[in-house]
């Protein structure tokens, strides 16, 4: 069966957490990330991370978890300001870089419920996490990745049943196909659990899923939702990505006030 492109439910995150991943150094953002952190880059006259908690406060998560490393004297601050509306939040410093792996590992005492949404602060979309969250749910699935076609970054394989076979691939074998992942996941509590078995405090959340596909597991599912007629999606890690949310901004009046 494939993989079935569906539009965006409503409802909230009250039975688990949400976690805003923001740690990291911004890069290929320079020279904007010099003086502040990645979180903190305005697009459309709004921080990344103000896009963030105004879209997701309405789907009321029962616990709000952000991490930071760079700058993370500054995000904690505007954190602390500007996290209102939400039931409990939880600001994670990095002394040292965790890495997205180690970051999900480090919450994963914190986390309540039955289920971590966790979204890239880089990410600038209109696609709601409950997109994915209740068949995640009803598959009893390890993590839930929503995936789109998107060829500049396609390189998840997908088999026909929605199942994540491999990372980092250039070519899916027969019958499958390759998919870019948004930036958002459901992550179960036995994905959080086998994360605080790691002993190393930093590492990369991707090649530990393929260590798990190698190991042979199946529960690994891909939500696929069309960013090219249903929903918007940018990832702006780049001047020149920030450059193109911002003239989309512009030329759709509305679309600032609708995303994450």
């Known amino acids: 069966m ?16 949400l976690m805003i991943l923001a740690a990291g150094f911004g890069t290929r ?3 904007l990330t010099g003086k502040m952190p990645k979180a903190l880059v305005p697009v459309g006259g709004r921080p990344l991370m103000r896009l963030c908690l105004d879209y997701f406060r309405s789907f009321r998560p029962g616990l709000l978890l952000v991490n930071g490393h760079h700058y993370a004297d500054q995000l904690a601050a505007f954190l602390n300001a500007e996290v209102v509306g939400y039931r409990r939040f939880r600001f994670l410093r990095e002394p040292e870089i965790l890495d997205t792996g180690g970051a999900l590992r480090n919450a994963a005492p914190l986390v309540e419920g039955d289920f971590l949404v966790t979204v890239n602060v880089d990410v600038v ?3 709601s996490p409950l997109t994915a969250l209740a068949g995640h749910l009803r598959r009893r699935a390890l993590i839930t990745m929503v995936l789109h076609d998107h060829p500049r970054y396609n390189q998840v394989e997908v088999d026909a049943d929605g199942r994540i076979v491999a990372f980092g691939r250039s070519r899916p074998r027969p019958g499958n196909r ?10 179960s509590p036995t994905l959080l659990c086998l994360l605080r078995r790691r002993r190393r405090p930093a590492f990369p ?7 798990l596909l190698d190991s042979g597991r199946r ?5 696929v939702v069309d960013t090219r007629r249903g929903f918007y999606w940018r990832d702006v890690g780049t001047l020149r990505d920030l450059a193109a949310c911002e003239a989309d901004f512009a030329a759709r009046p509305g679309l600032s006030a609708a995303v994450f």
């Open 2 to 17: 494939a993989s079935k492109i569906i539009t965006s439910p409503r409802g909230s995150l009250a039975g688990g957490s």
């Open 29 to 31: 953002l320079r020279p």
């Open 125 to 127: 979309s209109d696609i």
């Open 178 to 187: 390759l998919l870019a992942y948004t930036g958002i996941q459901v992550c």
């Open 205 to 211: 959340l991707i090649p530990f899923y393929q260590q």
């Open 219 to 223: 529960d690994l599912l891909a939500q």
